[in-house]
């Protein structure tokens, strides 16, 4: 029998510490989630309705099927910045009349939705996995341009935008503009790059200068309609390929744009008849221990996402501080690959190698479940090969060509970020669950590193060392990395997709599964060389 069976005690002290930590954990991050779905605030939602307009997330929610899913990505986009969290703009996957499409909503009632240094960044990873996943993308625009103040850090990067959009035609991807209100200077080439533009009466405005730049730059009088309205579009520029009369008019064309798109899913279906699990979701709420130091069993977290907690262990007696099997996952085939014990040895990097490859021959998603302080250092390994096999682990994650998705449950420090597939290494996806930490070492020994260094410089130099500012310098260091290795900061920087709810991880796992398999799912057999 392969399915897991469970020693998960949900009574005991440990597990009731743990979830009680998760849950004040994401009471701490639901607080930031409500200024991201708050906009504007009061008066400038209040603001936008008396102009007879709907908010970004009510535009999004008419737009999608009714009573189907919408996985909002990088919510916490700019947290911990000068601007507001969400970064003006709401993005995430939404399906449209059976279509599962990449959504990005300006947020008009937040700063006009204009585009600051982290619209740009999270725009640029929407657009990623857009692109990854063969998602067509539908864009709600409504938005003031750049944020003028911060166009050194907006104006020359931001073009990517544009040549994303472009890029996305060329391959295939549709690409539709529902354009809601203002669309000005740079912003008019989201609806001018687009392959399909709906455009409302009275209230869309798409023009490279406004009246005012128009009147700076040549003296001419205009005024909005003539320059840039919808009808002028539709009737003379050819710019507008469809003229609602309303918001509502102008969301059921986007919906018919989308149904017509005749577009179809390239990877596997997936199993009809889906088993659930036979543990409690719930009950992933306290498996990660407080201390991050204590290590867990991750089958207990497997056994609790994958179809009939039914778990095909690869090497089980081999390397067993990495976990490595075969399951499925809503339907969908899947290979886990997930941390036991925190280090990295020689086994678990070559066994980690020979799974991607087989992986990769049988055209077979990966999940990484991320619970790791990095590979193993010291002498003795470091004369067992402990780099060349890691560098293995390496070679075989970066040049895997089947989808990628990590999950960062516990700790995800060092090289072994990397080698479980951390951010630079493009997984389709990443997310963090609120126990998570990330960096190039625990607090604690990086403060120890730092003053290590400091006392061997004192001593070269003749000089005494300073034991009292020593321990202050500890204290500090070891303050602002545990600050650094949040998930909060993390997502703030759009270094993940997103912070879940633990128990929501296998619900999110399927949805990304099935954006996943809009593209075709190939594998690959080159991996250049590796260091035996």
């Not at 740079?186 to 009246?211: N, Q, R, T």
């Not at 070891?478 to 909060?488: D, K």
Request: charged share 20%.
């Amino acid at each position: 029998m392969t399915v897991i069976g469970s020693t998960l005690d949900t009574a005991s002290e440990a597990y009731l510490a743990a979830a009680e930590s998760t849950d004040a954990k994401l009471a701490e991050i639901d607080v930031e989630l409500q200024k991201a779905l708050a906009g504007g605030g009061p008066k400038a939602v209040e603001r936008h309705r008396k102009r007879g307009k709907l908010t970004a997330r009510e535009r999004i929610e008419l737009l999608v099927d009714e009573d189907s899913p919408f996985l909002e990505l990088c919510t916490l986009a700019a947290w911990g910045s000068d601007f507001p969290v969400g970064a003006n703009v709401v993005t995430g996957i939404g399906v449209i009349e059976g279509v599962e499409c990449m959504i990005v909503a300006n947020d008009p009632t937040s700063r006009g939705g204009a585009s600051n240094p982290w619209t740009i960044k999270k725009s640029f990873r929407i657009n990623e996995i857009a692109q990854q996943n063969r998602l067509p993308v539908v864009s709600l625009v409504e938005s003031g341009g750049a944020d003028l103040p911060t166009q050194k850090e907006v104006f020359i990067p931001g073009g990517r935008m544009f040549r994303d959009l472009t890029r996305a035609s060329a391959a295939g991807i549709p690409t539709v503009a529902l354009v809601f209100g203002n669309s000005t200077a740079g912003g008019a080439y989201i609806p001018g790059m687009s392959d399909h533009v709906v455009m409302i009466k009275e209230k869309s405005k798409v023009f490279l200068g406004g009246p005012p730049l128009v009147k700076m730059a040549t003296g001419e009088e205009s005024d909005d309609e003539s320059l840039g309205g919808a009808e002028m579009h539709a009737r003379t520029s050819g710019l507008a390929d469809y003229f609602a009369q309303d918001e509502h008019d102008a969301i059921r064309i986007g919906r018919n744009i989308v149904k017509r798109l005749n577009w179809r899913k390239q990877g596997p279906s997936p199993r009809a008849e889906v088993i659930e699990p036979l543990y409690d979701a719930e009950e992933l709420a306290g498996i990660v221990p407080v201390d991050l130091k204590v290590p867990f069993d991750p089958r207990e977290v497997v056994a609790r996402i994958v179809d009939g907690s039914d778990f095909d262990e690869f090497k089980p007696l081999y390397g067993s501080s990495l976990v490595t099997g075969w399951a499925e996952l809503n339907g969908y085939p899947v290979g886990i690959l997930a941390n036991a014990r925190g280090v990295l040895f020689s086994e678990e990097a070559q066994k980690a190698t020979q799974f991607i490859q087989l992986a990769n021959r049988a055209n077979t998603p990966l999940i990484f479940l991320h619970n790791t302080t990095g590979y193993m250092v010291g002498k003795e390994y470091e004369q067992g090969g402990i780099i060349k096999h890691g560098a293995m682990m390496i070679n075989a994650v970066s040049n895997s060509t089947v989808p990628h998705i990590s999950i960062l449950m516990g700790a995800s420090y060092g090289a072994g970020h990397y080698g479980m597939c951390g951010r630079a290494y493009d997984p389709r996806f990443l997310f963090a669950w609120p126990s998570a930490k990330s960096a190039v070492m625990g607090p604690a020994q990086l403060a120890g590193v730092v003053s290590i260094v400091a006392r061997g410089s004192a001593e070269a130099k003749g000089l005494p060392y300073d034991e009292e500012a020593d321990k202050g310098m500890r204290a500090m260091v070891e303050a602002q990395i545990e600050a650094e290795s949040l998930p909060m900061f993390l997502s703030g920087r759009v270094f993940d997709d997103g912070i879940i709810d633990p128990r929501d991880t296998r619900t999110v796992l399927g949805m990304c599964l099935s954006a996943i398999a809009t593209a075709p799912i190939e594998g690959t057999e080159n991996f250049g060389v590796f260091r035996m």
